[in-house]
């Protein structure tokens, strides 16, 4: 059995623990805060430019030159480059590894395939180093802090590869910040760009402005061709894919480091409350031990 000095000890290390670990979700709450202001307000950004995507491709279909556009041209997927968003750090529970167990799943759907992978972030680096995948460049540091132009040089990479035809396809795996207790875990393909039907019988509001008349819904002019128009915006929504990739990504791990924290500082008090409880019972039994003794030896006196 354990003394009380241990038991002492033991406590005042998981105190210490716990502390620091409070300290760490409560560091995490803020940094979510503003990673999910950030993650959000690309939203609608992104899903205007899928909008205007999908209306500018609708607009240029009947011009026989769209098809040789190079973003839109699908191949054969011989040779696949596979983009890996993750962490730079742990302790953010099953984050990594649920990501780099659905990545896995889909090297081994395309095992016949030559495969290439991109690394964002420190954690997918060394998983992929590990295991001997192609790692053909990482990015570490930008992952807590993502910027436009850091996205926009990955992307202008990925288009470089697959204009040039040493990529066949390219896809993005990453945790999407869905809720603080449930990421959602997304694999899509980016390259080549799968342009949305546009669906004029299914507009949002978000596809309409108001003003005196009512709801109107937006028509475009064009001063250009549209098919000039989408060889402009193809890499620009490539760009826009993976920066917003990278705000979920640091949203979601966020997300996944605060409940972490939580989870590890109630689990500490739980500790905490066991050891306080065994304190105390061997204290019990030290003090009864003692009474006996001294009642025994008056009894013997007597």
């Known amino acids: ?7 002492r000890r033991r406590i005042r290390s998981v105190k210490n623990m716990q502390q620091i670990t409070k300290a760490m979700k409560m560091v995490s709450a803020a940094k979510l805060r503003r990673a999910q202001e950030h993650a ?23 011009n026989p030159d769209i098809a040789e556009l190079p973003l839109l041209a699908a191949r054969e ?65 930008i992952v807590d802090k993502p910027t436009y132009e850091k996205a926009a040089e990955i992307a202008d990479k990925m288009i470089d590869l697959y204009g040039k035809a040493e990529v066949d396809a390219v896809y993005i795996a990453v945790n999407e910040f869905k809720t603080v207790m449930a990421p959602n875990l997304v ?12 669906s004029p019988g299914n507009k949002n509001e978000e596809d ?11 028509d475009y002019i064009y001063e250009e061709p549209p098919q000039e128009i989408l060889r402009a915006l193809l890499p ?13 990504s640091i949203s979601a791990y966020h997300a996944a480091r605060m409940a972490a924290m ?30 006996i003794e001294i009642v025994s030896g008056a009894a013997a006196l007597s």
């Not at 430019?49 to 607009?59: H, W």
């Not at 095992?111 to 992929?128: C, M, N, P, Q, W």
């Not at 309409?208 to 937006?218: A, E, I, M, R, T």
């Not at 929504?237 to 705000?247: G, N, P, S, T, W």
């Open 236 to 248: 620009k929504y490539v760009e826009m894919e993976i920066y917003r990739a990278m705000l979920e």
């Open 40 to 62: 959000l307000a690309s939203r609608p950004y992104a899903n205007m430019m899928q909008r205007v995507l999908s209306n500018v491709a609708a607009a240029a279909a009947a």
């Open 208 to 218: 309409k402005l108001s003003g005196p008349g009512g709801d109107q819904v937006v």
């Open 77 to 141: 997927e011989k040779r696949i480059q596979l983009i890996v968003v993750s962490s730079d750090t742990g302790l953010a529970g099953a984050f990594n590894s649920n990501l780099f167990r659905m990545s896995q799943r889909f090297v081994d759907e395309h095992s016949g395939a030559e495969l290439r992978v991109e690394t964002i972030g420190r954690k997918s680096r060394d998983y992929f180093r590990k295991r001997n995948f192609n790692v053909t460049g990482d990015y570490i540091g």
């Open 187 to 198: 694999l899509k393909r980016i390259l080549p760009v799968e342009v949305p039907e546009a």
């Open 262 to 291: 939580d989870a590890a500082t109630s689990n500490a008090g739980d500790v905490i409350q066991d050891l306080t409880l065994t304190m105390n019972r061997i204290r019990q039994d030290r003090i009864t031990r003692e009474i």
């Open 1 to 7: 059995m354990p003394s009380l000095i241990d038991i």
